[in-house]
């Protein structure tokens, strides 16, 4: 079982809904996990690299129960083991939008996008941004700034 990574920057509190999707993707999985958030509709779940394809089940089957419970759509991603795993973390949590660059910088992450990609990364009154921005926060301590 999965209690926690050498990366947990974590240190806000859950609320009751995020409690009760971790309690239930515990049951369904049998892979434990602190780290639950929601961006654009999906409800994410984040595991060590060695337990996703655990979690996701076979087929899919997990990742398709509790879609069915919750009414909502559910991806299983790895988690990041340090800052420098945010690339590819963050690349996760958007596709299939991609972005032309990704730089971190002092307390600063900062992602490149075409038009096209920077308008599906703002979302309408710039839900999504708002959304990655508590993301990187949590997780990494730092702000976003899409450009």
Do not use: W
């Not at 795993?85 to 949590?93: P, S, T, Y």
């Not at 971190?104 to 990609?117: D, F, P």
């Amino acid at each position: 079982m999965y209690g926690g990574n050498k990366f947990t920057r974590m240190i806000n509190t859950i609320n009751m809904q995020d409690m009760r999707y971790l309690n239930l993707f515990g049951k369904i999985t049998q892979v434990n996990t602190r780290h639950c958030f929601k961006y654009n509709e999906f409800i994410f779940f984040s595991v060590p690299k060695e337990f996703v394809s655990k979690a996701i089940g076979e087929n899919g089957k997990n990742v398709r129960k509790m879609s069915e419970i919750l009414g909502r759509k559910i991806r299983v991603i790895s988690a990041p083991e340090s800052v420098l795993g945010a690339r590819k973390f963050v690349a996760e949590i958007i596709s299939p939008v991609t972005f032309k660059d990704f730089e971190i910088k002092g307390n600063e992450i900062t992602i490149t996008a075409g038009m096209q990609s920077k308008a599906a990364l703002l979302g309408r009154n710039k839900r999504r941004l708002y959304e990655m921005q508590k993301i990187a926060s949590d997780f990494f301590g730092k702000e976003l700034r899409i450009i």
